[in-house]
C-alpha cells in the first residue's frame, strides 16, 4: 500500500474512536492542504482548546468557592459569566432542587454544556447548597458528568476545607493541562 493509499485508510477511521485532532489533520493532509497552513491551523486549534480546557476548570474552582461561601446563586452566575461574556444576563432559577437538577444533568451532563449552561448550573447548585445546604450536593455526585467538577463536589461534601479543596483542583488541573498539551504535542 503507498503512502497516500495509507492517508486514505486513516481518513476512513471511525469518527467517535478516533481524535478529533488528528482526524482534522488527516482531513487536510488529504484534501492536500500545505504542510505549513496544516500546522497553523492546529496549532490554533490546539491553543483554543487548551484556553477553553483551562478556562472551564477554572469557572468550576471560583464557582465551587462561592458555593462553599454560602455565596447568592445570582452572584456565583454573574462570576461564572464573567470569564467569558462582556455583558451579564441575570437568569437564576433559586427554586432548584436535587431531584430537578438531576433530571436535567441527565439530559445535558455538565462536560456537554455551553458556557451559560455551566454558569446556570453552578447558580443552582450554589442555590440548592444555600437552601438545603451542601451535603445534598452528594445526590448529584453520579449525575454531574465532569470528572473535574465531581471531585471538587466531592471533596466539598466529604468535608474538606474550601482552600484546601481549590488547592487539590488547582493541582489537578495542572496535571490535566500538561496532560492535555502533551497530547496534543503527539498529535503533530
Known amino acids: 500500500m503507498s503512502l497516500t493509499e495509507s492517508w486514505f485508510v486513516l481518513g476512513e477511521l471511525d469518527p467517535r474512536q478516533e481524535n478529533s485532532f488528528i482526524r482534522a489533520g488527516v482531513s487536510m493532509i488529504i484534501d492536500g492542504a500545505e504542510p505549513d497552513l496544516i500546522l497553523d491551523l492546529l496549532e490554533t486549534w490546539r491553543?483554543?482548546?487548551?484556553?477553553?480546557?483551562?478556562?472551564?476548570?477554572?469557572?468550576?474552582?471560583?464557582g465551587l468557592l462561592a458555593v462553599s461561601a454560602d455565596d447568592n446563586?445570582?452572584?456565583?452566575?454573574?462570576?461564572?459569566?464573567?470569564?467569558?461574556?462582556t455583558e451579564l444576563e441575570i437568569d437564576v432559577d433559586d427554586s432548584m432542587d436535587v431531584p430537578r437538577l438531576k433530571q436535567q444533568l441527565k439530559k445535558r451532563p455538565h462536560a456537554h454544556?455551553?458556557?451559560?449552561?455551566?454558569?446556570?448550573?453552578?447558580?443552582?447548585?450554589?442555590?440548592?447548597?444555600?437552601?438545603?445546604?451542601?451535603?445534598?450536593?452528594?445526590?448529584?455526585?453520579?449525575?454531574?458528568?465532569?470528572?473535574?467538577?465531581?471531585?471538587?463536589?466531592?471533596?466539598?461534601?466529604?468535608?474538606?476545607?474550601?482552600?484546601?479543596?481549590?488547592?487539590?483542583?488547582?493541582?489537578?488541573?495542572?496535571?490535566?493541562?500538561?496532560?492535555?498539551?502533551?497530547?496534543c504535542r503527539m498529535a503533530y
Open 73 to 85: 446563586p445570582l452572584m456565583v452566575q454573574l462570576r461564572e459569566q464573567a470569564w467569558y461574556r
Open 113 to 183: 454544556m455551553s458556557l451559560d449552561e455551566r454558569a446556570t448550573c453552578m447558580a443552582q447548585l450554589s442555590a440548592i447548597a444555600r437552601r438545603e445546604d451542601i451535603l445534598h450536593l452528594r445526590k448529584l455526585l453520579g449525575h454531574l458528568g465532569d470528572e473535574f467538577l465531581k471531585t471538587g463536589v466531592r471533596l466539598l461534601v466529604n468535608g474538606a476545607e474550601p482552600h484546601v479543596a481549590m488547592e487539590v483542583l488547582g493541582t489537578r488541573k495542572e496535571t490535566v493541562m500538561d496532560r492535555h498539551r502533551t497530547r
Open 47 to 62: 491553543d483554543t482548546m487548551l484556553r477553553q480546557h483551562e478556562m472551564s476548570m477554572d469557572m468550576i474552582i471560583a
